[in-house]
């Protein structure tokens, strides 16, 4: 499938063409577990993807764990009645296990090979597809559980399935036919380097936005080895909508995972500082905060597409125009200038 309704691109060497934003199913996956969003309205989120889809969006990018397996319900539910040729590619990830008698209990990071072979069979359910476009693992293999709240990632257990392993299993689906691509998400250079060594790396998907600035070495890594790059968080969860302020996040729900999160506690101030510094640039050309950063991130060499999420249709309308928004050198300059003023995140500041 193809737009010619927005920007597309291919996604490395694989021989889908995406648009260079795609739906992204985190945000409506539901309330009930660790890392939800808040209570959501299932009709609300399955209009926000129909209208993403009726707007030229042709991706979406789910995982098994969001909502515990309820994103994916969601999903499947907003293309279930879709003609095949108006159906987005389906991209999701596997390796974060939960515990079903216990919801809030934090995802463990598991990728034995019996415990994928059973994620992507249920992930194909849940989807109601016979196929997955792109199988992403969600992190690496420790054995431990996946911590956002204390900023860190957890410890590598004596458990824990090596790269290697879970990598050929990887390509073992992709052989199989049961995905179309596979793709490896909050991996090192140094593991994408032991993993190509197996198979080719199709896509990688890190953090990336004008906040979090970190995956640049994995970014140039996959520029150099003919892989995608989809980003996910291109509005750092919603900071960088330019809709924030501290009294909103004050606000939020105690169920929203933001609400122990670094950026909207000790950051927040920073964060919203840069929010404010895109403004004018917004202003200049007729477009929302929301769309200048996700352009930033666009123009960075080597990024294939972002992903965003919504909750509702009209939140669609905010970003997106983002992939049409053609940032120039002085554009540029001024954001680089504003985010070192604001002190906002880490990495490096211009593309």
């Known amino acids: ?45 399955i209009a926000a993807i129909r209208h993403a889809l009726a707007r030229g969006v042709n991706w979406i990018d789910t995982a098994a764990v969001y909502g515990l397996g309820h994103g994916e319900e969601v999903v499947g539910k907003a293309i279930a009645d879709l003609p095949e040729a108006d159906r987005p590619y389906i991209f999701t990830k596997a390796g974060l296990v939960w515990n079903p008698d216990d919801p809030q209990a934090a ?53 824990a399935t090596p790269l290697e392993e879970y990598w050929q299993v990887m390509a073992g689906l992709k052989a199989e036919g049961k995905v179309r691509a596979i793709g490896l998400s909050n991996h090192s250079p140094e593991e994408l380097t ?10 990688i998907q890190p953090p990336f936005s004008a906040i979090n600035r970190s995956a640049a070495a994995e970014i140039g890594w996959a520029r150099a080895h003919d892989t995608g790059v989809i980003v996910y968080s291109p509005l750092q969860s919603g900071l960088l909508t330019g809709a924030f302020s501290a009294q909103r996040v004050a606000g939020l729900p105690a169920d929203d995972w933001r609400t122990a999160h670094h950026d ?37 060499p080597g990024i294939t597409g972002a992903i965003v999420g919504a909750r509702r249709p009209a939140q669609v309308d905010g970003w997106i125009g983002a992939a049409s928004v053609e940032l ?24």
Do not use: C
């Not at 060497?13 to 985190?26: A, K, L, N, V």
């Not at 506690?265 to 929302?288: F, K, M, W």
């Open 1 to 45: 499938m193809s737009s010619s309704r927005l920007p597309i691109q291919r996604l490395g060497h694989t021989d889908m063409e995406i648009t260079r934003i795609g739906f992204g199913s985190w945000a409506v996956s539901g309330s009930g577990w660790r890392f939800g969003w808040g209570a959501t309205d299932d009709a609300e989120s």
């Open 107 to 159: 995802p463990r990071r598991i990728m034995k090979p019996a415990s994928v072979r059973r994620e992507v069979e249920d992930s194909l359910r849940r989807l109601g597809v016979d196929h997955i476009d792109l199988y992403q693992v969600h992190y690496p293999d420790t054995g431990e559980s996946l911590e956002y709240a204390g900023g860190g990632f957890g410890a590598v257990s004596p458990n």
């Open 194 to 203: 032991a993993a190509e060594r197996i198979a080719h790396v199709d896509v």
């Open 264 to 300: 909207f506690t000790t950051g927040l101030p920073a964060n919203l500082r840069l929010a404010d510094e895109l403004r004018p640039i917004a202003e200049r050309y007729d477009v929302s905060v929301a769309e200048v950063a996700i352009a930033w991130v666009l123009a960075w």
């Open 328 to 351: 120039t050198r002085a554009d540029l300059d001024e954001i680089t200038g504003a985010i070192t003023r604001s002190g906002a995140g880490t990495g490096p500041a211009r593309p």
